[in-house]
């Protein structure tokens, strides 16, 4: 039946992703090794004790060839021991450090995407087909949503920070009674700014729009929506249905992008997510801290991407008779 | 559609484009001194003829930093879209081309290239080596090689297919002429200019996000427009003009080219039809 | 003939292309009576599908039509589909405003809600395409029959499927029922989509050109399948097809058109019988087709 081409596809799958986690972690790995003169000496920050130096070297296997230094490094890290942090928070695993960090990231990055996809479809199904006063609307929406994330953030927290000052410090601004969240709060006012700083920066809340608007077009003029129509079924379960697809691809294909925008974010708000860790941690130059974050950072994408991939071959069966 | 619009557009993007380009060839030229220019009796002033964008926090003039701000992207983004069009386009032909083991091998390569966080796996090389911007702009250029490449190599199967690619396979025409000129260039051309202004854009964005975080990139007193906008974290409610420029500049010139070359690209799809 | 189940009186299509406003169909007039095939024969371009899709309410793009009326009988009721257009579609200019095109395109949308399915149904070429990909053929009869026969359990539903499935000969409806349209043959598809439509019980079911890009045995095949399911005369046929055999063979009468117009009408037999004098369009068509027999 169905569940053997189908199980034997989410096999398929889950080899390819292995394999990409593997490669990625590699190309990260020989980065650290690309290092300029002594690795170790590169890679360590200013003033670090001999015996650190050394632990360092094992850990990364840097007194080793490349080849078996990384196999010693995967094999440590495969079982998410990614050593401990040398500044950002001295003496402390690695990954007690991140992971918190990460999950924060994760809830903000995919936040703003689902924002994106909500708002996307809801203005599509509004908006409807492009018309010529449409175009006019959306050249200045281009022009503006080019702008980079980091530039979008920097001023989305000027802005937050007269907002603060204008309204809320002067308690201008209180939640009724009767509202169950709090619509100011000082822990959620920057997620808050900062996810629409990622949803209006790098084009990506345009580029999502464009794309779900031209689905829903393509989708409305296909030949089996008439059929569907001209039968007198309601057309709205199929045309949803059909959208699952690229909506899925969509969500994966940007996420590398989301958790790019997030990290420059993350740290214009100074917000305590696994961005800011980044960038702190990479200031200081604290190495095991960026090499752990870098592949949370990608195994997060390939998880994510294979995910996509089992969901819509559950969904789409031509995905399974492709097999690629 | 809207022909008189979008040429309009084109012309307006295209001018953007035209003088950005201007600008980044001739700022070498121009000496300028940072140092000199710090005139602590001129600070946030506002524009005026003397100074048409105003002076910054220390008094030197946003115009003349703004022009030689250029040069901290310009060649980057020429070699970053360069690496990502020649290597996006012959390993999107080649994996369009080849069958079998050879195609799963360089499509294999390409997606893993592709499962890199683009920013975060520069943030790493920076850790690492501090490199230059032109060497961040190639790993960034290498970085966009698969981006490219799927989409040419979609192209080059869908052609592969076409009647007039059988037909001049069938008239003697080498696989290498038929893939670069009647695929790569007479078809692939608008994909292409497309997706070099896009990486030509991305380079401006990781060269001014890298100097506005401070400790990669360009470093003060060279000007980058990065670094120029980062002066919002000192002079936040004083005075607009030292970031706002630079700022509008940076959003202004990356829209120019995205949608230059988006607009060069429809027309010269419409061209190809 | 009782009062006609459709007809169609002076029908004016246009469309707004990059060479200015065109008229692809230009006040053509027909009907069709009940347990009727009426075949419309004509070169692509001759404006005999989207003149179909106009009598089904579903012709999109600008302006579509700008004249001329439909009328449906349903039992006692008729409906005239476009009446009204003219004080909907306010022109300006000369030309007719957009929002307004619009605004007609969904009151004949909600006018012929109701019909879709019930009154009319339709198969199209490209049978792959008509068929959802992400729903097993099963499913989509299904959806038919719900429709139809709003009584039947899920399991009895089920059961008219596959016999519905069985009906338009398929060899293996069992496996059919489960398959994707991905699966099957373009014939196999069209078997599907004409089950699809069938089981929705139309009064009129409208093909359009449902042969075109099938091999030769299988359009037979399909035209067989046609002749077959409408042999007990109980439900009506609006045959599109540029293939004069096809229509001669399954039609009880035929229009001719051309350029937009209908410049034959005649019953099937005189047709094939070569009685009376023929438009000389229609004697070229005809020619041909003795060739093709010839061969």
């Known amino acids: ?324 | 559609m809207g022909g008189k619009g979008q040429t309009l557009a084109l012309r307006i993007s295209g001018g953007i484009v035209a003088i950005v380009l201007l600008l980044g060839v001739i700022a070498p030229f121009i000496g300028y001194d940072p140092v000199a220019d710090v005139d602590y009796e001129a600070q946030l002033l506002g524009p005026s003829w003397a100074h048409v964008f105003g002076t910054d926090g220390q008094g030197r003039d946003v115009a003349i930093r703004l022009v030689k701000g250029t040069e901290a992207f310009f060649l980057p983004g020429l070699l970053a879209a360069a690496i990502a069009v020649i290597g996006g386009a012959l390993a999107g032909a080649v994996a369009g081309y080849l069958q079998g083991i050879g195609r799963s091998v360089v499509l294999g390569g390409l997606q893993l290239l592709d499962t890199l966080p683009r920013l975060v796996f520069i943030i790493l090389l920076c850790t690492i080596m501090n490199p230059s911007i032109t060497l961040i702009a190639g790993v960034a250029g290498l970085l966009f090689v698969p981006a490219i490449a799927t989409v040419i190599r979609r192209k080059v199967e869908a052609l592969g297919s076409e009647d007039y690619i059988l037909a001049h396979v069938a008239h003697g025409f080498s696989p290498a002429r038929i893939l670069l000129y009647h695929i790569l260039w007479l078809q692939c051309r608008p994909l292409l200019i497309r997706q070099a202004t896009f990486v030509f854009g991305y380079v401006l964005f990781v060269e001014t996000a890298l100097s506005y975080l401070g400790d990669y990139g360009v470093q003060e007193p060279s000007p980058s427009w990065g670094n120029m906008v980062a002066q919002t974290r000192d002079l936040a409610g004083q005075a607009p003009w030292p970031w706002l420029f630079p700022a509008l500049a940076i959003v202004v010139t990356i829209a120019a080219f995205l949608s230059f070359g988006n607009l060069l690209a429809r027309r010269d799809e419409e061209a190809i039809r | ?295």
């Open chain 1, 1 to 324: 039946m169905r569940a053997v081409p189908l199980i034997l596809a989410a096999l398929r799958r889950l080899a390819g992703s292995a394999g990409l986690l593997i490669g990625a972690s590699f190309i990260i790995y020989m980065t650290v090794r690309l290092a300029p003169g002594d690795a170790v000496d590169a890679i360590s920050p200013m003033g670090t004790p001999p015996e650190v130096k050394a632990q360092l070297a094992a850990e990364f296997g840097l007194d080793r060839d490349p080849v078996t230094g990384y196999f010693a490094w995967l094999a440590r890290s495969a079982v998410g021991d990614f050593g401990e942090s040398l500044v950002f928070s001295p003496g402390e695993s690695v990954m007690a450090v991140a992971l918190p960090a990460f999950k924060r990231t994760v809830l903000l990055s995919g936040l703003t995407l689902l924002a994106a996809l909500v708002l996307g479809l809801g203005l599509a199904i509004l908006l409807g087909e492009p018309g010529p006063r449409q175009q006019v609307l959306t050249a200045p929406a281009y022009v503006l949503t080019a702008a980079p994330s980091f530039v979008v953030a920097v001023l989305f927290a000027q802005g937050m920070n007269w907002f603060v000052q204008a309204f809320v410090e002067q308690g201008g601004y209180e939640t009724p009674p009767w509202f169950p969240i709090p619509i100011y709060s000082e822990s959620l006012m920057p997620y808050v700014f900062a996810g629409f700083a990622m949803l209006a920066g790098d084009g990506l809340f345009m580029d999502w729009f464009n794309t779900l608007r031209a689905e829903l077009l393509s989708l409305k003029q296909a030949q089996f929506i008439t059929a569907v129509r001209a039968k007198g079924a309601r057309t709205v379960g199929h045309i949803a249905r059909n959208l699952v697809v690229p909506v899925l691809s969509g969500f994966s294909a940007r996420l590398p992008l989301v958790l790019g925008s997030v990290v420059i974010v993350e740290y214009i708000f100074t917000l305590d997510g696994a961005g800011y860790v980044l960038l702190e941690a990479s200031r200081a130059r604290d190495f095991p801290m960026v090499v752990g974050l870098s592949v949370l950072f990608t195994a997060t994408i390939i998880v994510v991407s294979l995910i996509a991939d089992l969901v819509r071959a559950l969904i789409d069966p031509r995905e399974v008779a492709r097999g690629g």
């Open chain 3, 1 to 295: 003939m009782t009062a006609p189940l459709l007809s169609v009186r002076g029908l004016v299509i246009e469309f707004d292309t990059a060479q200015g406003r065109r008229r692809v169909v230009d006040g053509i007039s027909f009907e069709l009576g009940e347990g009727e095939v009426l075949g419309i024969l004509g070169e692509s371009g001759s404006g005999k599908t989207v003149s179909t899709l106009a009598v089904m309410g579903l012709v999109e793009g600008n302006p579509g039509v700008v004249g001329g009326e439909v009328t449906l009988r349903n039992g006692a009721e008729s409906l005239a589909l476009f009446e009204g257009l003219e004080g909907v579609i306010k022109r300006r200019a000369g030309k007719p405003d957009r929002k307004n095109v619009r605004r007609w395109q969904r009151m004949v949308s909600r006018r012929m809600r109701p019909l879709w399915g019930e009154m009319m149904t339709a198969v199209f070429q490209n049978p792959r395409h008509s068929l959802d990909p992400l729903l097993t053929i099963g499913v989509q009869v299904e959806e038919s029959i719900a429709l139809a026969e709003r009584s039947l359990d899920r399991a009895g539903r089920r059961a008219r499927a596959v016999e519905w499935l069985d009906r338009v000969q398929m060899s293996d409806p069992e496996r059919v029922y489960r398959s994707y349209a991905h699966e099957l043959s373009g014939g196999m598809c069209q078997r599907a989509m004409i089950a699809v439509a069938l089981a929705r019980a139309p009064r009129i079911l409208v093909a359009d050109e449902p042969t075109t890009g099938l091999d030769t045995t299988v359009r037979a095949e399909i035209v067989g399948l046609f002749e077959d399911l409408l042999a007990d005369r109980r439900r009506s046929m609006l045959y599109i097809s540029h293939d004069i055999r096809e229509v001669l063979h399954l039609s009880d009468r035929v229009i001719v058109m051309r350029h937009g117009r209908i410049v034959e009408e005649a019953t099937a037999e005189d047709l094939r019988a070569g009685r009376g004098e023929r438009d000389p369009y229609t004697a070229s068509l005809l020619a041909a087709a003795e060739l093709g027999e010839a061969l």
